[in-house]
């Protein structure tokens, strides 16, 4: 289920698998597609034909994780980490994130953020944060 997140934390004393082999069953929710795009196809094939546990420390080496943080702090980092996200202009968040998952290729890639970028630098967010930025200020977002 991970696999299918943005943005993945996990406190030190997490720990991975793929079981499905070992299970006798076929990997699922496309597992078998975001893996190998997060960790290289070597080490996702290694991870889901053994069926091995790894720990928080390996998961974060690899590229599994984003982030491993002490238990205790998981929540906290978490909520920080949102915080900041849910804190910048809504449009400029989802289109970044669409266009970081659109994996074409680069020219289309180009052609996207520049159709991006010229309908962003209109909207009312945009010249939010260009006046706050020069006016020493906190930028106040409305999503438009």
Known sequence: MTLLCDIRLAAE???FQFPFTKLGISAEIASTYTLPKLIGA???MELMLTS???EAPEALEIGL???C???EELLEV???MATVIAGFPPLSVRTNKATLKQNADIE???RTENMALAVLKQTHDAKEAAAAFREKRPPVFTGR
């Open 13 to 15: 004393s997490a720990r």
């Open 42 to 44: 070597g080490k996702a």
């Open 52 to 54: 091995k546990m790894i």
């Open 65 to 67: 994780i984003n982030q």
């Open 69 to 71: 943080v002490a238990d």
């Open 78 to 80: 978490t909520m920080e």
């Open 108 to 110: 289309t890639q180009f």
